[in-house]
């Protein structure tokens, strides 16, 4: 006979004495013995059944008993309320932020349909629930900014802050370098007490204290967003960092000049042409070891 069955004999006080005998046995028998001594040493409560039915002909103690349970009620919704509008406030007054890896560019569109384009190994922080009444950024790295017309637009970065209204311009803020160039419209660039505004095709460098201000071809964007890394008199150690972001490898150089200048570029798919494309110049060699590469002088 199944176990399950003798137990359930033995609860009904109907075992024979031999299926008594297999029952013991059994391992379950044990515990079953101990729950049975618990439970016989446990007495109902008294019940008195005259002022029971006194009781419930009090309409005050019923009540009592109602307003109770309701406010207890109200106070858990109540509670429960408050934890849900918390985390809805906490959630929807958070910070958005975007920030690209090595070897990659990300497109955000922000509330107002204004568009950026960050550039990789760049954070960019802005608030949405605030954005109606304020347009303010933060920037680390690079990015270029299609404006939507509106109220003033804000890009704050640790070398200045860079104000529109409504125009197209690429920030860059790397090494405590700022760099802002203006593809169309107007662009103010506030650095200290300095405060300088440019036009389309003017770019302004911000280092050290130092301001200079340059003409640029026309152009409508910048070159990076097309894919290429375009360099004007630059060290060659900018180029440097500037390719291991956009390959996400690293870079040693050996009896090399990294402070000498490079004027050139880049392309961002081929890494082999790439290398090839800022070596060759400068007459220099190099050794790819997986994502190292080692640059050196002749």
């Not at 008195?48 to 106070?75: G, H, Y």
């Not at 890896?101 to 550039?119: F, G, I, R």
Request: charged share 25%; net charge negative.
């Amino acid at each position: 006979m199944k176990e399950e069955n003798l137990i359930r004999k033995w609860l009904d006080y109907d075992l024979t004495t031999e299926e008594l005998k297999v029952l013991e046995s059994s391992e379950d028998y044990r515990t079953l013995k101990h729950i049975s001594n618990v439970a016989s040493g446990v007495k109902a409560p008294a019940f008195d059944v005259e002022s029971s039915l006194a009781s419930l002909s009090l309409p005050e103690k019923e009540q009592s008993k109602k307003s109770i349970f309701n406010f207890t009620t109200l106070a858990k919704i109540a509670a429960v309320l408050v934890v849900a509008l918390s985390v809805f406030y906490y959630t929807t007054t958070l910070d958005t932020t975007v920030h690209t890896q090595y070897a990659k560019t990300e497109t955000v569109t922000l509330p107002d349909e204004s568009a950026v384009v960050v550039n990789a190994d760049s954070e960019l922080i802005f608030n949405k629930s605030s954005w109606d009444e304020q347009r303010n950024l933060s920037l680390d790295g690079e990015a270029y900014f299609k404006v939507a017309k509106g109220k003033k637009f804000t890009v704050t970065t640790a070398g200045g802050d860079v104000q529109v209204l409504g125009t197209e311009f690429n920030v860059r803020y790397r090494d405590n370098k700022l760099e802002v160039t203006c593809f169309e419209g107007a662009v103010q660039v506030n650095s200290g007490t300095a405060s300088i505004v440019l036009e389309p095709t003017h770019k302004v460098v911000i280092e050290n204290g130092k301001i200079s201000k340059k003409y640029l071809d026309k152009m409508k964007s910048p070159s990076w967003i097309a894919g290429e890394s375009t360099f004007v008199s630059a060290p060659f150690v900018d180029v440097i960092k500037e390719f291991e972001r956009q390959y996400d490898v690293v870079v040693e150089t050996t009896n090399i000049d990294v402070s000498a200048l490079f004027t050139g570029s880049f392309k961002h798919k081929d890494i082999g042409v790439a290398i090839e494309t800022i070596t060759s110049p400068m007459r220099l060699n190099f050794i790819k070891e997986g994502k190292k590469i080692t640059i050196s002088g002749e």
